[in-house]
C-alpha cells in the first residue's frame, strides 16, 4: 500500500504562483511514477502531470506546459507541483497519483493509477 498527502494549495491571483507538495509512504519503493490530476465542479478528473520515480523524467499536458513543473525528491518520498502563471481555468482540486504499472512512459488516465491523495484546492481568480 501507498499513502499520499497533497498540500500547499490557497487561492491566488490570476498570474501567481503556487507549490503543491505530496507527501508519499508505505511501499513507495513499488512506485513507477506519479502524477498530479485535477478536477473541477462537474468535470472529469484531468491529467496534469506525470514523473517517473527512478529517472525524474517529466510529462505534462500541453494547457500547462511551460507553467508548471513537476519534480519528484526521493530520498524525502515527495513530489511537488510548481504552479507559475496560474490562470481562473487551473482553479481546481489537485490530486496527486501514484501508479505501480511499470511502462515506457506514464500514464495519463486516472483509471490506471492505484494510489491517491485526498486532493488540495486550488482557486485562482481573476
Known amino acids: 500500500q501507498v499513502q499520499l498527502v497533497e498540500s500547499g494549495g490557497g487561492s491566488v491571483q490570476a498570474g501567481g504562483s503556487l507549490k503543491l507538495s505530496c507527501a508519499a509512504s508505505?511501499?513507495?519503493?513499488?512506485?513507477?511514477?506519479m502524477a498530479w490530476f485535477r478536477q473541477a465542479p462537474g468535470k472529469e478528473r484531468d491529467f496534469v502531470a506525470a514523473?517517473?520515480?527512478?529517472?525524474?523524467?517529466?510529462y505534462y499536458t500541453d494547457s500547462v506546459k511551460g507553467r508548471f513543473t513537476i519534480s519528484r525528491d526521493n530520498a524525502k518520498n515527495m513530489v511537488y507541483l510548481q504552479m507559475n502563471s496560474l490562470k481562473p481555468e487551473d482553479t481546481a482540486v489537485y490530486y496527486c497519483?501514484?501508479?505501480?504499472?511499470?511502462?515506457?512512459?506514464?500514464?495519463?488516465?486516472?483509471?490506471?493509477?492505484?494510489?491517491w491523495g485526498q486532493g488540495t484546492q486550488v482557486t485562482v481568480s481573476s
Open positions: 497519483a501514484a501508479d505501480r504499472t511499470l511502462s515506457l512512459v506514464p500514464a495519463v488516465g486516472p483509471q490506471d493509477y492505484d494510489y
Open positions: 508505505g511501499r513507495t519503493f513499488s512506485v513507477y511514477a
Open positions: 514523473v517517473t520515480w527512478s529517472g525524474g523524467t517529466a
